[in-house]
């Protein structure tokens, strides 16, 4: 069974690009969750969707968007990127929207200059 | 504040010895607290704890969980070089899917 796929793995962008990172969920799974990961800060939830619907999201500003598609694949989108947004961006998938177990795909690594 | 709160941050160890990392954990509406193993990349789930007192293993890794005193350890035993890893204690919070996260323990096995 595949995992969570996430594309692309590495990207540059220079301060002021957008970028859009792409997650798809382990088949079956209906539940995908972003996190961001930085030296810094660690770990930290981006936005959480189930059904097309987000639940929930964390205290990053409006330029952090997300969205889920019909088939549960998902994507984020960080506009007018800045320095501080260079990190791993890590997707995880869940069976559904009130199963614990979260897995994790290998992150897209983001570096903006 | 939902929290977590990992200790140490780091500790270096011998092949074969026994480790023993700790989590506390401060969250709203427990649901769980989860252990993952992050090498190079991608979180690996390790356990996921939910009810107090009963340990989860696997081959020689183990998790406890004390509801009563929100606190949770991880032990590994005749560690191996490739113990060496991060290990994330994590809580959901508001829903299943969104995970409070500890710093971290970093976990260095010499050979």
């Known amino acids: 069974k595949a995992g969570v796929t996430q594309t692309p793995r590495y990207l540059i962008k220079t301060r002021g690009q957008q970028v859009t990172l792409s997650c798809s969920p382990i088949?079956?799974?209906?539940?995908v969750s972003w996190y961001q990961q930085t030296p810094g800060q660690g770990l930290q939830f981006l936005f959480e969707y189930f059904s097309e619907t987000q639940r929930n999201k964390g205290n990053f500003p409006g330029r952090f968007s997300g969205r889920q598609f019909s088939n549960s694949r998902s994507e984020m989108n960080v506009s007018t990127l800045e320095l501080g947004d260079s990190a791993l961006y890590l997707c995880?998938?869940?069976?559904?929207?009130?199963?614990?177990?979260?897995?994790f795909g290998e992150g897209s690594r983001l570096t903006v200059l | 504040e939902d929290k977590v709160v990992q200790s140490p941050l780091s500790l270096v160890v011998h092949e074969g010895d026994t480790v023993t990392l700790n989590c506390s954990y401060e969250v709203t509406n427990f649901r769980s607290l989860l252990w993952y193993k992050q090498e190079k990349k991608a979180p690996t789930f390790l356990f996921m704890l939910?009810?107090?007192?009963i340990e989860k293993k696997s081959g020689r890794l183990s998790s406890i969980l004390d509801k009563k005193e929100l606190f949770s350890i991880l032990n590994i035993t005749a560690t191996q070089t490739g113990d060496s890893a991060i290990y994330l204690c994590a809580g959901p919070t508001d829903s299943w899917g969104k995970l409070q996260f500890g710093a971290g323990t970093q976990v260095v096995v010499t050979p």
């Open positions: 088949s079956g799974h209906r539940s």
């Open positions: 995880a998938s869940s069976l559904d929207r009130d199963h614990g177990e979260l897995f």
């Open positions: 939910t009810s107090s007192g």
